[in-house]
């Protein structure tokens, strides 16, 4: 699901500046009172995709419905909800059009709108 961003197309790096996904990753853990797999058991890929503005992972373990913010920067990911993972995110090619591109929208939207 793709939404427009209010202001600006953001990762985890970005909300938490010297916040490792790991880091942010392992806190989550830590409140579900889950232990953090070895980091080198990779379950797969999972793919990050924009929601209302944010590159979002989904936890893709059935029927899980846990989710959390993606960084480019540490594009891992493993779910504080059940447990799942470790995975790499996969961001698309053209991360940096899709951005550009939705901007783009915004500040057309923002003009027509008269806001
Ligand atoms: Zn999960």
Known sequence: MVSMPRHQIEEQHHAM????????LAHHARRNRRDLPP???IEGPVHAEL????????CPADPCAGACVASSLDP?????????GW????FPVN?????RQ??????VGKAASGN
């Open 95 to 99: 991360k940096t059009a899709i951005a």
């Open 51 to 58: 929601y209302r503005g944010l590159w979002i992972v989904r």
């Open 39 to 41: 980091s080198d058991e």
């Open 17 to 24: 500046p010297g916040v490792t996904m790991r880091e942010y």
């Open 102 to 107: 939705l901007e783009m929208w915004r500040v």
């Open 87 to 90: 995975f790499d995110v996969i």
């Open 76 to 84: 891992v990911y493993f779910c504080p909800d059940c447990g799942a």
